[in-house]
């Protein structure tokens, strides 16, 4: 379809009808597609301005060809291009584009004619393929659709395709692009390279005008009042946006500091822009008659800068959106903390009543039972007293979590709870078959709840006794330390591995042993809070197969209460 195709005959003298580009790319086209097409035609002739006439190609494109990204690009300086409209949301005016990312640009810059890859194994695109395929393109196309100036490079109207490019689709892309080639070529050339931003063509006497468009940065001269007699369009881009102004608004350019200091080559300022306070870097120059010239750039920090704000505005959503998280977290909590309670009180009463009437069978009727009746009894009894325990430990933790148990601190003697606890353990040591002691230890006070220090001994104790076999030793000891004081448990069981190590005192949490342990995995949960609501803390170090020791510190009782 354009093999062969030189710029002369891209850029023709002749209307559409007559168009030899135009009749080649028609006949490719199905009824559908020739009448989408004339829709598009039709569109393009009823726009005047530029970015309508290029917005309404694009529209068309993307109706036409749904599986293309379209984008218009002009030239900058260094092998740059700007996006001057696009179908794609994410892609903002004035994104600037460097050409070794797109080869396609690359060729249509050093040929002037459009360039089509129908796949990706043209040797021109080997370097970039890696890049291109990466996101999810597998078709190039690039047509040249307005040059300025004979040897300037042109604006182009680029196709991205990211799936196979079959005849129609290919047909329709290259009839839009020579389409919108006719109608930009009927507009004012001046006009249209000033509403793309690129350098006019020269007026039979170059003008102020003309000269500041050959420069590379936005430049404007000012009168005595600082009102703009002469801006070209890189400044007037940068100032006014891409919208058209007419030549005859005048208007005045606020550039604070209005000049540099006394030897400065050049300044630090900031101009008001379209889109707010813009920081620059300004050059000046004085002229004849009060006038002066002002070369302006963006300031290299004002990118920094913008990013800064970007991540700033980033960082304060997600703030706000932990914020909202950590509240739901928390509203959650409090449900499952009612539940828990609720459930918990709903369920004690039947199950004392129903433990009871147990035990009172196990005692008063067991002579008259079987063996075998005597056994499932037994084992309703063990079973009823196992869920006692769950139902009163969720209580505990409930309580513990709302802060309303009730705790009495007072002074208590260390040895006398260690040796009440130990002697009511001992015969479930002695069926494990471990050895159970407790270390000569130094007789101190605790400030503390007799009752609570007994339940987080009694729960120490009977987790060593849980994960030790037969021949292990579970010890006991307690040591001051100053104001503080360090009741310990140490036990010669399994150990605890490294990754369950940190979990161990928090809710339902069972650590894997060397055989299956009974319990719901409150029985840490409840030291560490009890600890903490006495105002100690409760820990725990361990290794796998060599046993694990437990600690709970609290305050010594001083005398206050």
């Known amino acids: 379809m354009l093999e062969g195709i030189s710029a002369v005959t891209w850029f023709p003298p002749q209307d559409p009808p007559e168009c030899p580009v135009c009749r080649s790319a028609r006949a490719r086209l199905s009824p559908a597609g020739a009448a989408a097409a004339g829709e598009v035609a039709i569109e393009l002739l009823a726009r005047g301005e530029v970015a309508a006439i290029l917005h309404s190609a694009l529209a068309g494109l993307t109706r036409m060809v ?10 900058e300086t260094a092998g740059r291009w700007r996006v001057f409209a696009s179908s794609a949301g994410h892609e903002t005016l004035d994104l600037v584009v460097e050409s070794e990312r797109y080869p396609e640009l690359r060729e249509v810059r050093r040929t002037g004619v459009p360039y089509i890859a129908r796949d990706l194994g043209a040797a021109e695109l080997r370097e970039a393929r890696a890049l291109i395929e990466s996101a999810g393109v597998r078709g190039l196309a690039a047509y040249p659709v307005f040059v300025a100036t004979p040897g300037s490079e042109p604006a182009v109207l680029k196709a991205a395709f990211h799936e196979p490019v079959p005849d129609e689709l290919l047909a329709l892309t290259t009839l839009t692009a020579h389409l919108l080639v006719h109608r930009l070529s009927r507009l004012p050339a001046s006009e249209v390279a000033r ?6 063509p020269p007026p039979a006497t170059p003008d102020a005008t003309y000269l500041l468009n050959l420069l590379p940065l936005p430049a404007l001269i000012l009168d005595a009042a600082d009102n703009v007699q ?7 881009r940068l100032l006014r946006g891409h919208e058209p102004v007419p030549h005859d608004e005048a208007f005045a350019l606020r550039l604070v500091p209005r000049e540099a200091q006394p030897n ?13 306070a813009l920081n620059v870097l300004a050059w000046s120059s004085r002229l004849t008659g009060d006038r002066r010239l002002i070369l302006i750039e963006p300031h290299p920090e004002a990118g920094r800068r913008a990013r800064e704000r970007t991540i700033r505005r980033t960082l304060a959503e997600k703030l706000h959106e932990l914020e909202q998280a950590n509240t ?9 903390d009612r539940f828990v309670s609720d459930a918990a009180h709903e369920l004690k009463t039947p199950l004392a009543i129903m433990r009871s009437y147990l035990e009172t069978l196990a005692d008063d009727l067991a002579a008259g039972l079987s063996d075998q009746q005597r056994e499932f009894l037994q084992a309703a009894t063990v079973g009823a007293r196992r869920l006692q325990r769950l139902i009163d430990g ?12 009730p705790l009495a601190l007072g002074p208590v003697p260390s040895a006398e709870v260690v040796a009440g606890v130990l002697d009511e353990l001992r015969p479930v040591a002695a069926t494990a078959r471990v050895s159970l002691s407790a270390a000569a230890s130094v007789k101190v006070d605790l400030r503390a709840d007799r009752e609570r220090l007994g339940q987080i001994l009694r729960n120490l104790v009977e987790n060593g006794l849980k994960y030790t076999g037969p021949g292990g030793e579970v010890a006991v000891s307690v040591e001051a330390h ?4 360090v009741v310990c448990v140490r036990d010669t069981g399994v150990g605890i591995s490294p990754e369950h190590l940190p979990r161990i005192f928090d809710e339902f949490v069972r650590v894997p042993g060397r055989r299956p342990a009974e319990g719901a995995g409150l029985g840490l949960a409840i030291v560490r809070r009890l600890a903490l609501a006495m105002g100690g803390r409760a820990w725990a170090e361990s290794a796998l197969g060599a046993g694990s020791t437990f600690f709970v510190e609290l305050p010594v009782w001083t005398g206050e209460g």
Not at 66 to 75: E, G, I, M, N, Y
Not at 195 to 200: A, H, Y
């Open 482 to 485: 100053g104001d503080r004081a």
């Open 66 to 75: 749904a599986a293309a990204r379209v984008s218009v690009l002009t030239p």
């Open 394 to 405: 969720l209580l505990d933790l409930a309580a513990l979590e709302a802060g309303r148990l």
């Open 230 to 236: 002469r801006a070209n369009v890189r400044a007037g």
């Open 328 to 336: 739901l977290l928390a509203e959650y909590a409090r449900m499952r």
């Open 195 to 200: 509403q793309f931003g690129m350098t006019p």
């Open 264 to 276: 400065a080559a050049r300044w630090d300022a900031q101009v008001t822009a379209a889109k707010g």
